[in-house]
């Protein structure tokens, strides 16, 4: 039999497998028995797998930035123990379903913090998605018309969790609060959600302009809810650098 990696090359195409260089994959390996050979391709293959999909898994969550815990200076921000955020890391709050929501003035490190757990969710194989509230009613106002808000909306459901920020920034129509309950309920118990908000709950009426529907959403969000109230200076202002 003749064989050239043009061939193994076309067949691992045909077979929808990725290209694999086997001068390194097989560098120092003298004496393998053909099922070794095969079993180190295999494993190849599946480590080139997995690291493609855990690329789209990070790309599809959609983080306007990578925040760590690490960089976030807890001494600056103190009404946040760094213990609690390091509990929340272990993810059970994932696992039980529980909400998170973040609440307090600009530049706190609201956003900082919803990231940093977001990155840490990827790093230990979830998928987590990130909308601003905005957004995340302009996807569901154009569900019915748009294949990609569809797709968006259906990847959110089946996420582990989802953050939604800057909720409170927009003062939303009766018909966008209606769809942000449905949404809400739609991950009730299932899918977690993490809110940032620069809002006190007992301000959220005047945003989502109706009492009753109101209720409806926070009834939902802090049945199980994990509520990080957040005080001091902004970061932002106090660490702000002049071009000059
Ligand atoms: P918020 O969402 O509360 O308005 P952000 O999380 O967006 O605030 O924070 C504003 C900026 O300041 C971001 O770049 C964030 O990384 C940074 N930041 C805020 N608080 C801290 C902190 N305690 N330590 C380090 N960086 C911080
Ligand atoms: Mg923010």
Known sequence: MTTSVDNITALLS??????????????????LTPLQS??????????????????????????PAEKKLKSFDFG???SVPKEQMLRLCDMTWVEQAYNICFLGPPGVGKTHLALALAVEALDKGYIVAFETLDNLIKLLKTTEVSTISKRRISYLKKSAFVVID?????????????????????????????????????EWADFLGDATITTAILDRLIHHCEIINMTGKSYRLEHRQSIT
């Open 14 to 31: 045909a077979l929808r497998m990725s290209p694999v260089n086997f001068d390194n994959l097989y560098a120092n390996q003298n004496n």
């Open 38 to 63: 095969v079993e180190i391709f295999l494993r190849e293959q599946q480590r080139i797998r997995i690291d493609k999909q855990n690329a789209l898994r990070r790309k599809r969550a959609n983080l």
């Open 76 to 78: 600056f921000q103190r």
């Open 166 to 202: 800057e909720v409170g920034f927009m003062p939303l129509t009766s018909a966008e609060a209606n769809l942000f309950f449905g949404f809400v309920s739609s991950m009730d118990e299932r899918v977690s959600i993490i809110i940032t908000s620069n809002k006190g709950f007992d």
